[in-house]
Each structure stands twice: as structure tokens, then as C-alpha cells.
């Protein structure tokens, strides 16, 4: 999978939560926002039944489909 740079437009409380996120640990902006859409992604997934959820990333799942 290839990565693709792209602009995010955040307001003041998006980026105190990046700063706050990055003191404990969290990583990069990307990072974070990665991580973010996954696990949004992720549980998203679950409540709709996508397949395959309990036992990989619904990600994982997504790709091995197309």
C-alpha cells in the first residue's frame, strides 16, 4: 500500500488535542491521524457486520476483498 501526503485543515482544539496526544506518546500528526481513522474505521465496521472484524482489521479484511 502506498502512502499519499495530503492537507488537513484543523481548528484550535484539534490542534491542542495533536500537542497533548503527542506529549503522551502518541506520535506524528500522521500517526495520530492514522491511527485515528483506523480505529474509527474499525469500529464502524463492527456495527455495520463488515466481515471478518473479530479476527483482522476491518482494513486488512476491505483489502484482501479488492
Not at 506529549?23 to 500528526?29: A, C, E, K, V, Y
Request: charged fraction near 25%; aromatic fraction near 8%; charge should be neutral.
Amino acid at each position: 500500500m502506498t502512502s499519499q501526503q495530503t492537507s488537513l485543515q484543523i481548528n484550535e482544539a484539534t490542534q491542542e488535542q495533536y500537542r497533548i496526544l503527542k506529549l503522551w506518546g502518541f506520535g506524528t500528526r500522521t500517526h495520530v491521524t492514522r491511527t485515528a481513522v483506523d480505529r474509527m474505521f474499525n469500529t464502524e465496521a463492527k456495527r455495520r457486520g463488515w466481515p471478518d472484524c473479530e479476527t483482522e482489521s476491518a482494513t486488512e479484511s476491505m483489502e484482501k476483498q479488492t
